[in-house]
Structures are given as C-alpha cells and as structure tokens.
C-alpha cells in the first residue's frame, strides 16, 4: 500500500491502520504526497510500487 505524506482525505495513519488488516502487506509513505502520488512525483510512485 501506498500513502501520500500530506494526504489529507486518507492520512497515512488511516492507510497505516487499513494496512495492518493483511498480514502481508507493505506501507509506503510517499514523502511530500497529497492524495493524488503519481501526479506529485510520478518516478517515485513508480518506484515505490515495485
């Protein structure tokens, strides 16, 4: 899973907490990210999601 450091709609807190639920899930935290990733710095997105 992916959150945007910034993201006001779902805060990586909220991304953090709905991640947890499955024990094999991965938590990025985009750094200076709002709610739209890929458009805020799209060669870290594509990075991050690897």
């Given amino acids: 899973m992916l959150a945007?450091?910034?993201d006001?709609?779902?805060?990586p807190a909220t991304?953090?907490?709905y991640a947890a639920?499955?024990?094999d899930?991965?938590?990025v935290i985009q750094p200076g990210a709002?709610?739209?990733p890929w458009l805020?710095?799209?060669?870290?997105f594509v990075?991050?999601?690897?």
């Fill in 4 to 6: 945007g450091e910034v």
């Fill in 8 to 11: 006001p709609g779902t805060p």
């Fill in 15 to 17: 991304v953090a907490a």
């Fill in 21 to 23: 639920l499955f024990p």
């Fill in 25 to 27: 899930a991965e938590l």
């Fill in 34 to 36: 709002g709610h739209f």
């Fill in 40 to 44: 805020d710095d799209p060669a870290y």
């Fill in 47 to 50: 990075t991050a999601a690897t």
